[in-house]
């Protein structure tokens, strides 16, 4: 199959400590999206999410909930099944790290890099932060404490089998060098390259004291670290070396939380360059959730349940908030009354009474809807498209919004409800083309609102394709409202 009419598109794996949360489903969110606008793309789609289920912080929690680790897994890796069903989200698989399919493949792969003489066994000392199952060195702690998340390090002193990652320092670079887009979005470039110049240092990649791990190919005693188990996932879902890896390696696009990216845009590829496979087009590090300046974590406490969110907003609504507030990339504060404004304003506002009013007069009208297509002009498809191939949801979000606001000025400034006959017609035709464009344009932000604009307009829902404007053949009836106004402060 050419290469072009494929697209694979990952979500970070999530740690099964406790249920899902605002922060993980904002990748997914995205994921589902981009996923959703290559298949009306008409794109062969590969989407694969999961679940990260070994490692120190995973068996804590099992620990602390007095339960064996795999009966803790297995319930909290089916409320990510449960919250994805609810958020809409249209993954073609679910990965677990205790797949026998995934130990397996992390076997095989381990085995690939010891034989090309890409590991040696020493030992490690340093410092280790739990929640982030990350290593650091001495010179890397802020203030004693962890870099990233600024909580309690601990000191390590074990055995150790080591990834020659200092090995792959030039070809890193050349690979960043030649790929304008491996490291998305652009401002996250720079930080990552000076780092890799800084040098790199060979990484720890097993662990003796954890034992909820995949067991080390050919020594007993040692457990691969999280996440080298980790990151194989994104090759082990496809059924590495053979089945659907065929098909849908190398990967489109990683997209991961900034704090996650040097494992994705560093280690990752030189365990690729090791094994000799094929690398992945894109890392995109999107920007976090905040809450009042600080990370929206589960640890923390500050952390937004989107499944209770759901209850009270739709599904489509917060889709489109996480989407809207801030561009993919940057940080963005988080709050219900934010969210209350963007449903006012843009949803209802914009978006639902363009279509209320335009199924209302257009259901009155006894006649043809024809005419000449005077509200194309404002329709920016290509550009659209362009933004989406960049991740760009926001811009993409911005154009559309502008064809949205179009629509409504057009009925104003004609005083479209006053009409008559071939005016109305015409005037109508723009207006249910401009309807039908919205539909398919919006579907992999709302799918359900996208679907109930379609039904009330009576037509099929549409592909990327059908975004120009042709013959308006549908038979509208006006259904419900597609968002209801909200209480606000
Ligand atoms: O890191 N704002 O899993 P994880 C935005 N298992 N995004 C957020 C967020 C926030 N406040 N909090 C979390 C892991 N995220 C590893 C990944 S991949 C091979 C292994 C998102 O459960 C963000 O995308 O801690 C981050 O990368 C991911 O959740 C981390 O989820």
Redesign the pocket.
């Known amino acids: 199959m050419d290469k072009q009419e494929k697209f694979y598109v990952t979500t ?4 099964v400590t406790d249920a899902p949360h605002i ?2 489903t ?2 997914t969110v995205a994921a589902d999206i981009i996923a959703r606008w290559h298949r009306l793309r008409g794109e062969k789609v590969f989407f694969l999410t999961g679940t ?1 289920e070994h490692g120190e912080k995973v068996q804590k929690a099992a620990d602390a909930a007095k339960e064996e680790p795999k009966v803790f897994v297995d319930k909290i890796s089916l409320r990510y099944k449960e919250a994805w069903k609810t958020l809409g989200i249209s993954y073609d698989k679910f990965i677990r790290t205790t797949d026998p399919e995934h130990l397996d493949a992390v076997a095989r792969f381990i085995s690939k890099l010891v034989e090309n003489g890409d590991v040696y066994k020493g030992q490690y000392e340093g410092w280790y932060c739990v929640p982030d199952e990350s290593f650091f060195t001495e010179l890397q702690l802020k203030d004693g404490k962890c870099p990233d998340c600024g909580r309690e390090v601990k000191r390590v002193k074990e055995d150790s089998y080591f990834f020659k990652l200092s090995k792959y320092q030039d070809r890193l670079l050349e690979l960043y060098d030649k790929n304008e887009d491996f490291l998305s979005p652009k401002l996250r470039r720079q930080e990552v390259i000076n780092r890799v110049k800084g040098g790199l240092k060979d990484v720890s990649m097993t662990r003796t004291t954890v034992k909820w791990a995949v067991p080390f190919p050919g020594d007993k005693d040692h457990f691969v670290y999280v996440w080298v188990d ?2 194989i ?1 994104y090759i082990s879902a496809l059924g590495w070396p053979d089945g659907t890896f065929k098909v849908f390696w190398p990967a489109d696009v990683h997209i ?2 900034k ?2 990216n040097w494992f994705h845009s560093v280690i990752w590829p030189a365990m690729l360059m090791s094994a000799g496979i094929e690398l992945p087009a894109m890392i995109f590090a ?1 920007g ?2 905040t809450s009042e300046g600080k ?3 589960k640890s923390l406490g500050n952390f937004v349940d989107p499944v209770s969110l759901s209850s009270k907003y739709s599904v489509d609504a917060i889709r489109y908030f996480l989407m809207r507030e801030m561009p993919f990339g940057e940080d963005g504060d988080f709050s219900e009354e934010s969210l209350k404004a963007r449903i006012n304003g843009e949803l209802v506002a914009d978006l639902g009474n363009l279509v209320y009013r335009v199924l209302t007069l257009a259901e009155k009208f006894d006649g043809k809807f024809d005419g000449s297509a005077d509200l194309e002009k404002h329709l920016d498809v290509v550009g659209i498209d362009e933004s989406m191939d960049r991740l760009d949801y926001y811009g993409a979000l911005e154009k559309i919004w502008a064809f949205i606001r179009s629509s409504n000025k057009y009925i104003n400034d004609n005083k479209v409800w006053s009409l008559k006959g071939a005016e109305m017609s015409n005037a109508l035709y723009n207006l249910l083309e401009a309807c039908r464009i919205c539909s398919i344009l919006l579907y992999p932000f709302m799918p359900d609102t996208a679907q109930s604009i379609a039904q009330q307009l009576g037509v099929e829902m549409g592909t990327l394709k059908d975004c120009k404007f042709g013959a308006f053949t549908g038979k509208p009836k006006r259904g419900k409202m597609l968002f209801e106004k909200v209480l606000t402060k």
């Open positions: 970070p794996i999530y740690y922060g993980n904002y990748p990260d980790a990151l996932n991961v939380g704090e996650i999107h976090w959730w990370k929206m974590s």
